[in-house]
């Protein structure tokens, strides 16, 4: 088992019609340990879904290094995205959907399990447009667990939820990571859903994105699930951001 | 889903529409066009003698074969040129040209240069459909959303199940409006191979009748075909386009 190492040099758009040339990340370096959950928080446009796609080997286009975590035995890494759309396939049921993905070689015969642990049992035969949204994110959770990976990216995947879901779908991830562990890196720029999720956080400054704060969040279960202590520790993150300045 | 058409409104239009026929049949009172009833007589009795049914087959045989080989190469192409915009710019003077290429010149140049055989007629019928059936899949193609590209490409999907179950099922509501107007242009099309160069088939037939003007079988004929096809789009097409949308809300 190895650890993820990025070591980004710069990562830049060109300019596309009149749209200037623009600078995304630059000499953003940092190593997560295996199993480790990293939430990434930074300002929009920081560059934080441009490092996830980096991770996914979506966009091979930049300056630098990046080792994907591999867990022994399998010839490539395997990597979990859950989108910030859910990206389901409408036309494959929900078990469908996590079939086919998890039908691959790599072989995980998990579908069932997953769908046990995301309480998606009830709905395995539905189709994902006869879902909610909040149903759906669910989906895609399940689905980028399925595969059993090496790596879970995670973009801002509960955004636009009501609060009461959100929180619902984020213990739910917790519970699932918990059972499946492996090692995540979950963007959002809430920093409060950063810090009931996170071991740690990683924040970014404004474009081009690099590390402004790297700092480890020691919060047992309970605590997470206290508003007063999450402020609490929201503060004081946002008091040492400000030092550094 | 369509709204369910109420039949006896079909029907009615139907009867208006022989009873037309008949008062003009009345009035021009001529051996070119007989009454609806001597029609299906004539029909009757060409589908009793087995003759009628042999050639409708002989056609529909040759309607198949054509729609399959133009609706595979035109499938094939279309995705191309929809995903590969330097082969889309090469080929796309070739696709003007071979769109405003009159059906009749295709056909006169493959029996020309292949003979008067079957693999020439069914090879110009398809030369013939194919650039529409790329025109409208290249649509399709061209439109064809990103974001499940992505996901299939990061949760490894091979070559052969991202098309089946990424790139098909979006394309499925162009590939069914080729195939419906594909059949109605084929089959037209077919009739002219036939009557050009062929010693059997609904094309063949008709041009014995316009020898003898024997209009009560050419519209008998007609009909025929006319039943067919619409069987198809009843029994086939719509059957399948009810099964490819039932995932939709």
Known sequence: MSDLVVNIGAKSFPAVDRAPAQQALQDLAFSVSHGEFVCITGPSGCGKTTLLNLLAGLDTDYQGEIRLPRVTGRTAPVVGYAFQAPRLLPWRTVQENLQLVADNPRGSDSVDELLQLTGLQDFRHAYPQRLSTGMQRRVALARAFVVSPDLLLMDEPFVSLDEPTAVRLRLLLLEVWQARPTTVIFVTHDLREAIQLGGRILQLTDTPGRIALDVPVNLSSTERADPAVIEHHRLRLLESAQARH | ?249
């Open chain 2, 1 to 249: 889903m369509r709204p369910r058409a109420n039949p006896w409104w079909q029907l009615a239009s139907i009867l208006l529409l022989l009873g037309l026929w008949q008062v003009a049949a009345g009035i021009a009172d001529s051996r070119v066009l007989p009454v609806p009833m001597e029609v299906f007589v004539v029909l009757g009795e060409g589908l009793a003698s087995g003759e009628l049914p042999y050639h409708l087959v002989v056609t529909l045989a040759r309607v198949a074969a054509s729609f399959v080989l133009a609706m595979s190469i035109g499938i094939a192409v279309g995705i191309a040129m929809g995903r590969l915009p330097a082969l889309d710019r090469f080929l796309d003077s070739w696709l003007v040209l071979f769109l405003n290429l009159p059906a009749l010149v295709t056909i006169i140049l493959c029996y020309v240069w292949f003979g008067l055989i079957e693999s020439a007629a069914v090879l110009a019928v398809a030369i013939n459909k194919i650039p529409n059936v790329v025109v409208t899949v290249r649509e399709g193609a061209r439109s064809l959303d990103k974001d499940l590209d992505e996901m299939a490409q990061v949760y490894r999907l091979n070559g052969p199940a991202r098309l089946r179950h990424v790139v098909l099922p979006q394309l499925a509501p162009y590939l069914l409006a080729s195939a419906r107007s594909g059949l109605a242009l084929i089959w037209k099309i077919v009739l002219v191979v036939e009557l050009l160069g062929r010693s059997d088939g609904v094309g063949f037939q008709l041009s014995l009748f316009f020898q003898m003007f024997d209009v009560a079988n050419i519209l008998a004929y007609a009909l025929a075909f006319i039943a067919i096809v619409q069987a198809i789009e009843w029994f086939a097409l719509r059957p399948l386009e009810r099964n490819l949308n039932r995932w939709r809300r």
